[in-house]
């Protein structure tokens, strides 16, 4: 299986459901009056930074709803033999590279406030948030990010509060439609607690199971 290339390191099937949208970025920085800089939240837009809360987190649980996918018949034909197949049966346990790299951020937004999170509860919980699995997740978002190779122009304006310019955090990007996209992994998805238990029985190609992470 091809890696690293739009074209041929893809889950062929849901490549079908690309299609390029115009997309207006948000949550740009303002300036006050005092010149105190501040972050313009978008109304009607889900909250995914801020002081932790259960909207916060319920926000990216749905954004992650997608994270872990069965795919079996012609939906699995790029990822077969490369993966773990579920015992008895023709699904192959894989999902999106968007997914894993949200997930990334996600954590690393996590370990901003160790103290909240760490109220959740579990040793495992504890475990998500060392240093090493962090550091994984920075380099992890940076190697998605510069093989996605946004090459939409940086704008500025002049700030005359500050006087110097101002980054423009909501111009316009072509972006490949997130709607269709999250549709067809939410399609496949499954939910990762109920199946864990089964990795156990999984076999893979290789001697070694892939990580969750």
Same mark, same amino acid.
């Given at each position: 299986?091809?890696?690293?290339?739009?074209?041929?390191?893809?889950?062929?099937?849901?490549?079908?459901?690309?299609?390029?949208? !115009?997309?207006?970025? &948000?949550?740009?920085?303002?300036?006050?009056?005092?010149?105190?800089?501040?972050?313009?939240?978008?109304?009607?837009?889900?909250?995914?930074?801020?002081?932790?809360?259960?909207?916060?987190?319920?926000?990216?649980?749905?954004?992650?709803?997608?994270?872990?996918?069965?795919?079996?018949?012609?939906?699995?034909?790029?990822?077969?033999?490369? !993966?773990?197949?579920?015992?008895?049966?023709?699904?192959?346990?894989?999902?999106?590279?968007?997914?894993? &790299?949200?997930?990334?951020?996600?954590?690393?937004?996590?370990?901003?406030?160790?103290?909240?999170?760490?109220?959740?509860? &579990?040793?495992?919980?504890?475990?998500?948030?060392?240093?090493?699995?962090?550091?994984?997740?920075?380099?992890?978002?940076?190697?998605?990010?510069?093989?996605?190779?946004?090459?939409?122009?940086?704008?500025?304006?002049?700030?005359?509060?500050?006087?110097?310019?101002?980054?423009?955090?909501? !111009?316009?990007? !072509?972006?490949?439609?997130?709607?269709?996209?999250?549709?067809?992994?939410?399609?496949?998805?499954?939910?990762?607690?109920?199946?864990?238990?089964?990795?156990?029985?999984?076999?893979?190609?290789? &001697?070694?199971?892939?990580?969750?992470?």
């Amino acid at each position: 299986m091809s890696t690293g290339h739009f074209s041929f390191g893809s889950v062929d099937p849901a490549t079908e459901t690309i299609r390029l949208v !115009t997309k207006r970025f &948000s949550g740009g920085l303002e300036v006050s009056p005092n010149g105190t800089i501040y972050r313009l939240a978008s109304p009607g837009e889900a909250a995914y930074v801020g002081e932790p809360s259960k909207q916060i987190d319920w926000a990216w649980e749905e954004l992650l709803r997608g994270l872990y996918i069965d795919l079996d018949g012609e939906d699995a034909k790029s990822v077969r033999g490369h !993966t773990i197949q579920w015992p008895g049966t023709e699904k192959w346990f894989s999902g999106l590279n968007i997914y894993h &790299s949200l997930h990334c951020l996600n954590l690393v937004r996590q370990g901003f406030y160790p103290d909240y999170y760490a109220m959740e509860g &579990s040793a495992e919980h504890g475990s998500l948030h060392a240093d090493v699995h962090v550091d994984h997740c920075i380099d992890y978002i940076r190697q998605t990010l510069q093989c996605s190779a946004d090459l939409s122009p940086i704008e500025w304006e002049w700030n005359t509060i500050l006087n110097k310019p101002m980054f423009k955090a909501d !111009t316009a990007h !072509t972006c490949r439609d997130w709607t269709a996209i999250d549709g067809w992994a939410r399609e496949r998805s499954f939910d990762w607690k109920e199946k864990r238990p089964a990795l156990s029985q999984a076999h893979t190609s290789s &001697s070694e199971a892939p990580s969750k992470y």
